[in-house]
């Protein structure tokens, strides 16, 4: 069945999840000094992000600046975090594939994450605008986060297409792509240099049918360029480099 649907993630595939992060530690940061008068705290977050550590860095950051903390501190700084309205935006790839969609396709964005924050980046992103249909896998319940196959066969329902129609495009090896392919979807990884799973390595059967690095090599891919309005002219400077990038793996 040809591809008639495109499905994309979120984070880290339509915009920079590192922007996303950095913008909740400022958002944190100002809470921080606005009840202690201590600054820094964006600071020390960043460093300890951009050092690969991810684990409890609120309480490693209140340590550092020897503030005392609870547990029900730490609970408000998260929902800080979470429900902060983020200083983000589309990534320059997807804003350009974004505008050269067909008006035929049908398009669907499936984000993890908890609610609260995908919400916000939704919103701040402007993606009601784009997609026909978002599916926020933490509406449906944790426990149907992917690689459930529950937010996938919501997502065919809203449209109202067929699994064999569905392309999914995410970042994420480890769960992105396992349960898409098992329900007959087309996949494709992006896998952007700086992305934060850009270096996950998986056994096959979770790794997507093709690989990228920059979305509008998307429109190389020769199943899915009926997909696309593209003028011949604007692949021109991008198609080759581009087509000996996108590795095909089935």
């Given at each position: 069945m040809e591809v008639t649907t495109i499905v994309f993630d979120l984070d880290d595939t339509l915009y920079p999840e590192r922007d996303y992060v950095l913008s909740g530690f400022k958002a944190v940061g100002e809470r921080v000094f606005r009840q202690f008068g201590h600054a820094g705290?964006?600071?020390?977050?960043?460093?300890l992000f951009h050092s690969g550590e991810s684990a409890l860095i609120f309480n490693r950051v209140l340590d550092q600046l020897g503030l005392a903390y609870n547990n029900q501190l730490i609970t408000e700084l998260?929902?800080?975090?979470?429900?902060?309205?983020p200083e983000i935006s589309l990534s320059a790839d997807a804003q350009w594939l974004l505008g050269r969609i067909s008006a035929e396709v049908k398009l669907g964005l499936l984000s993890d994450g908890y609610k609260e924050a995908q919400e916000q980046k939704?919103?701040?992103?402007?993606?009601?605008?784009?997609?026909?249909?978002?599916?926020?896998s933490d509406t449906l319940g944790r426990e149907h986060w992917k690689p459930s196959?529950?937010?996938?066969?919501?997502?065919?329902?809203?449209l109202h297409v067929q699994h064999e129609a569905c392309l999914y495009v995410g970042d994420n090896a480890s769960k992105d792509?396992?349960?898409?392919?098992?329900?007959?979807?087309?996949?494709?990884?992006?896998?952007?240099?700086?992305?934060?799973y850009a270096d996950t390595l998986v056994p096959e059967e979770f790794e997507a049918h093709y690989?990228?690095?920059?979305?509008?090599?998307?429109?190389?891919?020769?199943?899915?360029k009926q997909l696309f309005r593209l003028q011949s002219i604007e692949l021109d400077?991008?198609?080759?480099?581009?087509?000996?990038?996108?590795?095909?793996?089935s």
């Open positions: 705290f964006y600071e020390s977050a960043t460093r998260v929902a800080c975090y979470r429900l902060h309205e939704v919103m701040k992103l402007n993606l009601d605008h784009y997609f026909h249909a978002v599916v926020l196959p529950v937010p996938y066969q919501e997502m065919v329902r809203l792509f396992i349960t898409a392919k098992t329900l007959g979807w087309r996949t494709v990884r992006l896998k952007r240099p700086d992305g934060v690989q990228i690095d920059n979305l509008r090599q998307l429109t190389t891919i020769p199943e899915f400077p991008i198609a080759d480099a581009a087509e000996s990038k996108a590795g095909v793996n």
